[in-house]
């Protein structure tokens, strides 16, 4: 999509165009625009950056997975479509597999993302469903190598059915969710509440910086972080 540079919200546009792209192309789906929707009206709400409680639980995030025995970083149509080099570099920084995992899962949507996620140069890509967790859904259906066996796990972009699953399985897990109210944000141990497009890099950079160990309170950052979008609302930092 050609968007002019001066138009203020070029990269919004973009964005969503991704998406609109994917669902041609068979990787996202029409709901996952709708999801996309809804998370960009947060994102306004924190002024479309990455705000202290969000660079905090970056910073958390990354020390968690690089101490991790076995990482795992779950991938659904929108990541694959929004953030495919970033995503795939981020798994390299970490030393963990990507995970394809979806809601609306079929053998057609699975390979035209592994294909996607191949062109982009993805190495360690697990596809496999030999494995189960608790929900009904086509979630359910997870890797033996992966998920299954992960002690730490990147859920980005989720639903909470599998976050809780996951949990209820002994695994800790981590979310990029630009909604802080929602049940993955309030279940995860970890909740970053910023745009998977500024969240990945970070995580790269401090991957690559070897992000020490913090102490760190979720259900207080998700505070700190509504917080945050209250003093917004009421007008006293936009200036």
Do not use: W
């Not at 625009?33 to 202290?52: K, M, N, V, W």
């Not at 929004?82 to 053998?107: D, M, Q, S």
């Amino acid at each position: 999509m050609d968007v002019p540079a001066s138009h203020p919200r070029k990269e919004s546009l973009e964005t969503r165009h991704k998406i609109v792209e994917g669902i041609e192309q068979g990787i996202t789906s029409t709901c996952g625009l709708i999801a996309h929707g809804r998370g960009e009206a947060f994102d306004y709400l924190i002024g479309e950056q990455t705000i202290p409680p969000a660079d905090k639980a970056i910073h958390a995030a990354v020390s968690k997975l690089l101490q991790a025995k076995h990482p795992v970083l779950s991938v659904n149509g929108n990541v694959a479509v929004l953030v495919p080099e970033e995503y795939i570099a981020l798994g390299k920084a970490l030393n963990a597999p990507l995970e394809i995992n979806l809601f609306y899962r079929t053998p057609e949507r699975m390979k035209s993302i592994e294909k996607l996620l191949h062109s982009k140069g993805c190495e360690c890509l697990l596809t496999g469903e030999d494995a189960r967790i608790g929900v009904e859904s086509e979630r359910r259906k997870i890797d033996s190598q992966g998920q299954a066996k992960a002690d730490v796990i990147l859920v980005p972009l989720e639903d909470g059915d599998r976050t809780e699953a996951l949990k209820r399985a002994g695994k800790y897990v981590i979310t990029i969710d630009l909604n802080p109210l929602s049940r993955t944000a309030r279940q995860a141990d970890i909740t970053i509440v910023d745009n998977i497009t500024r969240a990945v890099p970070l995580m790269i950079k401090y991957a690559e910086q070897s992000a020490k160990q913090q102490t760190f309170n979720n259900k207080e950052n998700l505070e700190e972080t509504l917080e945050y979008i209250k003093r917004r609302l009421n007008g006293r930092i936009f200036d």
